[in-house]
């Protein structure tokens, strides 16, 4: 127990006293993202006192972890690998994790396809770091940890297979984590997951419920991706990709919506649906289920539920929260009431723009009153939360207008942006949108032709493949074709320098210039902004 808790969230452990566990003390001195008690001392080793570098592994039978037991079958054997290789390092979860591997004493190396500023942070680490996926990278290595993204024949797990080394699935562990906590909160949507997994957990923080976290995207409020805390409460980003999610054991679950995405693993709309369906079956009787009730896909889903259901909304009254007087400030910022149960429960301020982050609270707040979490507590919490990293991340200035980076790459994203930039006060839009994987753009093409139509000027340029090969005989061409079939202008620059130049050239004061996208057009931001 204590070496999941402690791999999940790094650099930080407990003591074993008050926890039940029947070994090991081991206080840290390392720097890093920290919850529960101050009670560690500095300047220990955060190595067992006995036993070598891994010795808080071992082989004496399950661990009792207040007062019920963990069986250890999952990870009885890694106290053996001296050296961990991870496909796809470059994730916001697979990142961490490899840090956490690394202050754990593991040789750890890795492989993305493009390099980033998180594979800087990791060299920086000590982690070797290999740019492309290469058969030989795995040589030497004891296991082979990858990511739901990474294809079957990806030359590096096919060649770890080969050679015999074993290989785990990511979502296998988190899986595994979820079942160490009696209360384990999952997050769960086509959209919106990384946002409202940070407003509940900073509610909980505020709350000084002390839980452990891990999100998918940086939090400049946790200080990164993941926390460790002193209590039953887990809050995770839980990931439909894959059914990747049916690894997990939630005690409550939020759904945001369903939408059609992920069409090269569900093929169809109602697959996704299916997976759902399933999803929520594994919820306890005295668990939650909190619902958005404004989404058609997810009103059925009580049906299948042991839980009790809680429902919100901003269109469908027949709700137990709703949002009401909706107004938004200069800077697209959103504040509105609550009613529970048709009650006045409270006005609430965000600090990041859009209608659709309305939803994203209303979910949180749900969540948390379920949990007896005060209503000042809640208010305080989500009006301090700025945004997480790459959700409409305000990135600098040039030729006097501003810079956002946004994360959106589903044409129900690009126009939920599009519509939080309306609220804003500026002269003319611009975007630069890279579509992310060739599935996703030929099977939505035209959504998201009409999805962009709203900004003045738009920027397609060429497709961040991830995990795929084009066998649609699809391009970015074909996009900015689409939408001017529809009308509008629209320019295809294959190459990112050259969406930097253009945007320099031709940007004027008080215009607002967004960059939308999953891949590599983040980069574009630190190019132009002065």
């Known amino acids: 127990r204590c070496f999941v808790k402690c791999l999940s969230a790094g650099r930080r452990s407990q003591e074993s006293s008050g926890t039940g566990c029947n070994v090991w003390t081991y206080p840290i001195s390392l720097p890093g993202r920290r919850g529960g008690s101050d009670s560690f001392k500095s300047g220990q080793s955060f190595l067992p006192a006995t036993g070598g570098q891994n010795a808080f592994l071992h082989d004496h ?14 990870f009885r054997g890694i106290k053996k690998y001296k050296k961990i290789h991870m496909i796809g390092i470059g994730g916001v979860s697979m990142s961490g994790i490899a840090e956490i591997l690394v202050n754990w004493g593991f040789s750890v190396s890795g492989s993305d396809r493009t390099d980033s500023e998180l594979l800087h ?28 993204a990474i294809s079957k024949d990806n030359p590096e797990l096919v060649h770890a297979k080969e050679l015999g080394i074993p290989t785990i699935e990511r979502s296998d562990f988190l899986g595994e984590l979820t079942r160490c906590y009696k209360n384990t909160i999952a997050i769960s949507g086509t959209h919106g997951k990384t946002t409202t997994t940070s407003l509940v957990s900073l509610c909980f923080i505020e709350a000084l419920r002390d839980p452990s976290i891990q999100v998918g995207a940086i939090i400049k409020e946790l200080g990164g991706n993941y926390r460790v805390g002193n209590s039953e409460n887990f809050i995770i980003e839980a990931c439909e990709y894959v059914e990747s999610f049916l690894k997990f054991s939630p005690r409550s679950e939020i759904i945001l919506n369903i939408d059609n995405d992920h069409l090269d693993y569900y093929k169809n709309l109602e697959n996704i649906k299916k997976a759902f369906i399933k999803y929520v079956k594994l919820l306890p009787e005295d668990g939650h289920l909190i619902i958005n009730a404004d989404d058609l896909n997810c009103l059925d889903l009580p049906v299948y539920s042991k839980a009790p259901a809680i429902k919100y909304g901003i269109e469908n009254d027949d709700v137990d929260f709703l949002a009401q007087n909706i107004v938004f400030s200069e800077d697209g910022f959103p504040e509105f009431d609550v009613y529970k149960y048709g009650e006045f429960f409270g006005h609430f301020k965000l600090s990041i723009p859009g209608r659709h982050n309305v939803l994203n609270a209303l979910a949180c707040i749900a969540l948390c009153d379920a949990y007896d979490i005060s209503v000042e507590t809640i208010k305080s919490a989500i009006e301090n939360f700025k945004g997480a990293d790459r959700r409409f991340e305000f990135k600098g200035m040039v030729n006097g207008a501003k810079v956002f980076d946004d994360y959106g790459h589903h044409p129900t994203e690009v126009s939920a942006t599009a519509k939080a930039l309306k609220n804003k006060k500026y002269n003319e839009s611009w975007v630069v949108f890279q579509p992310h994987t060739y599935s996703r753009t030929f099977n939505l093409l035209n959504d998201f032709a009409n999805a962009l139509l709203s900004f003045d000027h738009i920027i397609v340029t060429d497709i961040y493949a991830a995990r795929e090969t084009n066998t649609y005989n699809i391009s970015s061409k074909d996009l900015a074709d689409a939408i001017v079939k529809l009308g509008k202008n629209a320019q295809y620059i294959p190459a990112l320098e050259d969406c930097a130049k253009y945007l320099k050239e031709n940007v004027k004061e008080n215009d607002i210039v967004l960059t939308l996208g999953a891949g590599t057009v983040t980069n574009i931001g630190p190019m132009i902004v002065e």
């Open 61 to 74: 039978g399950p661990v009792r972890w207040r007062n019920h037991e963990i069986s250890h079958d999952v």
């Open 121 to 148: 942070i990791l060299k920086n680490s000590g982690i070797q770091i290999f740019i492309g996926h290469n058969a030989q990278n795995v040589v030497g290595a004891d296991c082979v940890v990858y990511t739901a």
